[in-house]
Each structure stands twice: as structure tokens, then as C-alpha cells.
């Protein structure tokens, strides 16, 4: 289970920052989700809770931000967020484009620490 994979690295990089804070508790991590990411949110916070346990995670939640698909048009010279993530076409003048911009993240955006 790929979620399951990533609630464990999640979790690595989040204990060591808060070590390094000198934390003894971690009480919120958000995580930005691009929709292109292919993380499944249920399944991640389901696995977040179970690797949590017995580390300076535990009890601590998880919030996610997704983050729409964003696209450049070359025709228009400009940026906009896809309507659907199954059409790449310029949400302005339907022109085909695979330039993606935002979309495919996944970061720790913050990370509250007691
Ligand atoms: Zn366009």
C-alpha cells in the first residue's frame, strides 16, 4: 500500500525536524497534496494514524491542502487551473497543453510542535 510507505518517510522527516526543534510533542503536520500527486487522503490519514503511534507523532493530526492542477498556455501566455484533472486543455481557449505548473506536490507545508 503506497500510502502506507509514505505515512512512514512522512513521519521520519517529521520526527527529525522536531528533534532538531527540541520538541517533545508534534501536535499538527499539514501536508500540501497536488490533485496529479495520486495520494489517496482517506487511505493516508488512515496510515497516518497507525504509524503515528509510539512515536512524537502520536495523536497528533494531519491536515491536507490540495492543490488544483495548474497549466501554462503558450497562446495565452498565461497560467490557469485545470477544470478536471483527466482534460489538459487551457481552462481560456481550450488549446491542448501538458505544461503543468502545480498539481504534483506533496510537501509539509508546517509542522506544530509542542
Ligand atoms: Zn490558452
Do not use: N, W
Not at 495520494?39 to 497507525?50: G, K, M
Not at 489538459?88 to 498539481?103: E, L, Q
Amino acid at each position: 500500500m503506497h500510502e502506507l510507505s509514505l505515512a512512514h518517510s512522512l513521519v521520519e522527516v517529521v520526527e527529525e525536524s522536531a528533534l532538531k526543534a527540541g520538541a517533545r510533542r508534534v501536535t499538527l503536520v499539514t501536508l500540501k497534496v497536488g490533485e496529479l500527486s495520486g495520494v489517496a487522503v482517506a487511505a493516508l490519514q488512515f496510515a497516518y494514524e497507525l504509524v503515528t503511534a509510539d512515536t512524537l507523532l502520536a495523536g497528533s493530526r494531519l491536515e491536507t491542502r490540495s492543490v488544483p492542477v495548474t497549466v501554462y498556455c503558450p497562446r495565452c501566455d498565461r497560467e490557469g487551473a485545470l477544470a478536471s484533472a483527466q482534460r489538459f486543455r487551457c481552462p481560456v481557449c481550450d488549446a491542448p497543453t501538458g505544461d503543468v505548473r502545480a498539481g504534483r506536490e506533496l510537501e509539509i507545508e508546517t509542522i506544530e510542535v509542542e
